[in-house]
């Protein structure tokens, strides 16, 4: 980038576990340039993590205010930026900012969000505030945030704020169990959209029996020959995903009638998104760059709220 390209250009940094990603970021919200590496912060100390921002401040020298999102703020990175409460907005993750020098130069990290759940116990989530923030400025509608993945999130919003959510395991149960756990002899291929989906997102979601029952007979079925290997991955995820549907609407209340935006791997979230239609909500999915580069912009047009 040339000194004169955008005067007004920002660095968002999302720097996860595994993952270390950096955008220029223009007043418009588009990237102007970018970098990613397998540099996440579990796999840095102090010094590695110093030097990844030497090469961020080096490739655009001319930008003055970085910010940086995800686990570099949580205890394994550089400093522990305690959570901003839900509801929050952009004006409130940007107050409880940490400005800290990485290595000579000044990062703002951002809090994630903490909340209390319907049953009383607590939530939390980091980095993803990012997309959430960057869903308004998008001008995406929204009444909940469904984010798939490992640990997926879903997100009700109080105003313009993230409100209350909570956090389902059931994406990593999956892989562990398909790829070294007691399912994986039984599944082959990919999960789809179609009837073993069905039948298994109508199991999941009436809640008669406890997860672990169902996903042992879901290995049952295959063993007796009540459901076909090829159909096992559509029917597992399907299961596992009514289970967190179930959850859903314990806690933000009937999908029915509502907005639901999908954020994440597009193969997953349209398995989600039909979930999800099926129950009534009507979904759209947004890709999660896009929404994080907003996200940061939103943030940094919140320093003078």
Request: charged share 20%; glycine share 14%; proline share 3%.
């Amino acid at each position: 980038m040339s000194r004169d390209a955008d005067r007004d250009a920002i660095v968002g940094i999302n720097w996860a576990s595994n993952n270390f990603r950096a955008y220029l970021i223009a007043a418009d919200g588009s990237a102007l340039d970018e970098f990613v590496m397998p540099k996440g912060v579990i796999g840095l100390d102090r010094d590695g993590m110093a030097a990844m921002i030497a090469d961020v401040a080096a490739r655009w020298p001319g930008v003055s205010t970085i910010y940086a999102s995800g686990m570099i703020g949580s205890n394994l990175g550089w400093v522990q930026v305690p959570y901003a409460d839900a509801p929050a907005g952009p004006s409130r993750l940007r107050a409880h900012a940490v400005a800290s020098d990485i290595g000579g130069v000044m990062v703002h990290i951002v809090p994630g969000v903490a909340c209390r759940r319907e049953d009383g116990a607590p939530d939390v989530l980091r980095g993803e505030e990012i997309e959430l923030l960057g869903l308004a400025r998008i001008g995406a509608r929204a009444d909940l945030a469904v984010l798939p993945g490992a640990h997926t999130k879903w997100v009700g919003f109080r105003g313009a704020g993230i409100g209350d959510f909570f956090t389902n395991i059931a994406g990593e149960l999956h892989d562990r169990l398909t790829t070294q756990g007691l399912l994986a002899s039984v599944v082959e291929g990919e999960a789809r959209d179609g009837d073993a989906f069905r039948k298994g997102l109508a199991r999941g979601r009436e809640g008669r029996l406890s997860l672990g029952t169902l996903l042992f007979g879901a290995r049952a079925q295959v063993m007796r020959g009540d459901l076909a290997k090829a159909d096992a991955a559509s029917y597992l995820r399907g299961l596992l995903i009514g289970t967190e549907i179930a959850d859903a609407v314990a806690v933000h209340g009937p999908l029915a009638g509502q907005d639901v935006v999908l954020i994440g791997n597009p193969a997953l979230s349209a398995l989600y998104a039909a979930a999800i239609e099926s129950f009534g909500a009507a979904t759209s999915i947004v890709d999660g760059r896009r929404a994080c580069l907003a996200g940061f912009r939103a943030l940094h047009e919140a320093n003078d709220d």
